[in-house]
């Protein structure tokens, strides 16, 4: 995969707003695989270590909207109107207010929600280039946070979890075992 940068222009760089303001909402233009799956997004923003000795690399998680004190990864359904890309880039800046650039694939990883439907994530790892001060789900916390505390937030979450590792597996700069 090429990397994939949001299209942010040098204007919107300097903003402290997302262009996103408003969300997508509705099902209409949803995307599902032949036997019914959701196809879905998720992004794996993580930012290498600070110079100094006692950094570490962090991970962006946020809120959930249903639950706002349950913590998971920026995730959306893959719409008819956008590449899988695209979507992986809007669920980032809708949800955690964040764009950059997609540095990989993560693979996709099957899985039932809590009520039985049946899901197909596609993972990206991000490298995030700019945090806005407004977005459009600007009412969800966001907030980097260790690796190590980020494996323990998503224990609930296998599917969210399983990106994350998978990330993290070939995460080399700025990780310490």
């Known amino acids: 995969m090429s990397r994939i940068s949001s299209s942010m222009s040098p204007t919107d760089a300097l903003s402290s707003a997302s262009r996103l303001l408003h969300a997508r909402v509705g099902r209409e233009l949803q995307r599902y695989d032949a036997g019914g799956a959701r196809l879905l997004a998720c992004v794996v923003a993580l930012r290498e270590a600070a110079e100094d000795a006692d950094s570490e ?10 639950h706002p004190n349950v ?5 959306g359904g893959w719409e008819s109107d956008e590449t899988l890309a695209e979507c992986a880039l809007r669920e980032a800046e809708e949800e955690a207010g964040v764009a950059g650039v997609l540095e ?8 039932a929600t809590k009520h039985g439907k049946r899901c197909r994530i596609h993972g ?3 490298t995030v280039h700019h945090e806005f001060d407004a977005w459009a789900e ?10 190590s505390d980020a494996l323990d ?14 990330a993290v597996s070939e995460f080399s700069w700025g990780v310490r075992a």
């Open 153 to 166: 937030r998503l224990c609930d979450r296998p599917e969210l979890l399983a990106m994350l590792e998978r």
């Open 71 to 75: 913590w998971i990864l920026p995730k």
């Open 57 to 66: 690399a962090r991970v962006l998680l946020i809120s959930s909207s249903k």
């Open 138 to 147: 600007s009412n969800r916390r966001r907030e980097w946070v260790l690796i």
């Open 104 to 111: 990989r694939e993560l693979g996709t990883l099957d899985f």
């Open 124 to 126: 990206f790892q991000m």
